[in-house]
């Protein structure tokens, strides 16, 4: 393959990719997406952070927009998740979807969301996708919600939202303007975090798009960025590769830095000078180096608390140790995923099934044996208390009280007795 030099070539280290960025890469993803939304099916792609997600939204709804297919995002991080009633959050996705087509040039939404109080704020939204969206768009509409992740951190249930959207599927059979309506779901969660309700979730009538790390073959195109910097720019990519298992983030910022560093790289030298560049601008240090965020952001998501730290981390311990392990749908391993520190292949080395291994040698090294041993020390750390805990009666005793009583109303049952132990 022979590459052209390109003064302009620019890679972006983090954020959605523009339209027509010419590093972003095609992935399977973007087929399965396509096809999916087009069939009308119910679409959600639930993946660690960093790995394209929402390039690929920002790409997909290019591509069905210039078919004359309606479509609009709705960034729910916009809407909050903080202080925020169900009320307002069901009014903040209506007002979006109003305003993304001019709607609010027709309606006063204010006084229409008033006017139906007597309605859930569900029933509003419900409603409104009836009554004003659908018969103001009259093609085709595609209804992308992003961050569907934030919606764990509000203060109400949702289950509500997930069920309408499975209604807006079922109403199909008997309202045909439905069938106009298409549903897409991106985030950091897995669908049970979402929503339990085996009965009203819209997960089990959907399509999952599952985002994969860059191939060589996909992502070929990298390599123009590099034409001016190494005699060999493909082999330069592959190398970056094998550092970072494809990882979208990691595979932009390396080409970034390589780019941008001083040294060019001749034939033969690809191995050694990559190798200088990912330890010494990458690993070494690399909490001080870690920007924009991403491997901190990974140990954030593996040890925040409530995301059963200590099983996960034991459970990556094991991976470490042994290489891989045996994939399966258990709640440790969806999360581990989610972490993105661990990605699941159709087939191991020690086992001719799915398998579960660290997702490149970055993680491996920042993330190694000794960094698991402290954490989980930290987490099984005996903490000394009080024989007897009685309301407090000197300052001394408050402390012991307040430090009990925080620790009682913030970790598991499994967590205080694996301090006891």
Known sequence: MELSSNS??????????????????????????????????????????QMGKSSLRVRTMQRLQSQGIACVAIDLTAIGSQNITSDQWYAGISY?????????????????????????????????LQEILLQEIQEELVIFVDEIDSILSLNFPVDDFFALIRACYNKRAYKPEYQRLTWVLLGVATPSELITDKDATPFNIGVPIRLTGFRLGECAG????????????????????????????????????VQNNHDFIPSGEEIKIIEKIVRSQIIENWETQDEPEHLRSIRSRLLEKGNHSLKLLTLYQKILQQGEIPADNSTEQIKLRLSGLVVKVKSGKRYQQPV??????????????????????????????????????????????????NLVETETPEELLSRFR
Do not use: M
């Open 356 to 405: 579960l291994k660290v997702y490149n040698l970055i993680y491996k090294l920042v993330f190694n044996v000794n960094w698991v041993k402290k954490e989980l020390e930290k987490l099984t750390k005996p903490v000394d208390f009080p024989e007897i805990i009685t309301q407090p009666t000197s300052s001394d005793e408050q402390l012991l009280y307040d430090q009990w009583l």
């Open 96 to 128: 979006t979807l109003a305003s993304s087509f001019q709607t609010l040039e027709k309606i006063d939404l204010g006084n229409w969301w008033c006017q139906r109080e007597f309605l859930s704020p569900v029933q509003r939204l419900d409603t409104f």
């Open 222 to 257: 990298l390599a123009r960025g590099l034409v001016k910097k190494a005699d060999n720019p493909l082999a330069v990519l592959k190398i970056i590769l094998a550092w970072t298992g494809g990882k979208p983030f990691l595979t932009q910022k390396i080409c970034h830095l």
């Open 8 to 49: 302009a070539y620019s890679y972006q280290v983090g954020g959605s990719l523009p339209v027509n960025s010419p590093t972003y890469t095609i992935r399977k993803a973007d087929a399965e997406l396509y096809q999916g939304i087009k069939a009308g099916d119910f679409c959600y792609v639930l993946n660690s952070r």
